[in-house]
């Protein structure tokens, strides 16, 4: 009786049907629900010369392809469609983080990019490679690191500390208050911003029913609040789901 259900046991391991858990990719877009509102310049009152040197800065406070209607800047990320804070399976490539650090520049009078997605144990080197000085002033709630330096020209300054959670980090510089971007931090690698098209793309995510949260700074939380909308991976595939976002 018992060398039968163990048998049984090691079929349905084997199988993938118990104990084995399957991967698969998650791509999907948000799209803006309405009509596309145009890029707006900021306006620069301070280091017009450098900071106008490559054309007009626009706002990305909320920045829609006007051809796809995707939403650049959003940030996505998997919770276990049950408890959000309960771990997710990681995938065996993804243990560890693809780099020690990630980089936010201020090239020319903004932060590039303008979202940072970090997973916790990376550094953040905030550097600065125009020919001008601009600070990083970090404003983070919670354990996240706080800090406000002056970055001289060519310079950088690294952050480390950081553990994920329910709120962003601002990133701006005094110098030039309209320069400002965020940065978040996960405990797991299953989390994308969107690129200019809107697209984001998850891989080697667990398979199985889970949330996606969205969140975008002017929108806030996109759809199904904190807790995210239910997304289903299917195993050694790719599911796609599209994300509306309204305007506020
Ligand atoms: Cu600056």
Redesign the pocket.
Known sequence: MRSGILATVAALAASGGLMSQEWGTLKGKVVFGGEAPKAEAIKIDK?QDHCLSKGDIPSEKLVVDPATKGVRWVMVWLVDSKDPKAALPIHSSLKEAASKEVVVD?PC?KFEPHVVALREGQTLVAKNSSP????VNLVSTGKNPSKNEIVPPGRQVKVDGWVAAPSPTLIK????PW?MGYVRVFNHPYFAVTNEKGEFEIKNAPAGNFNLVVWQEEAGWVTGDRKGTPVSIKADGSSNVEIVLKAK
């Open positions: 280091d201020q009078c001008i000085p601009h600070n510089c005094d110098i030039h320069m």
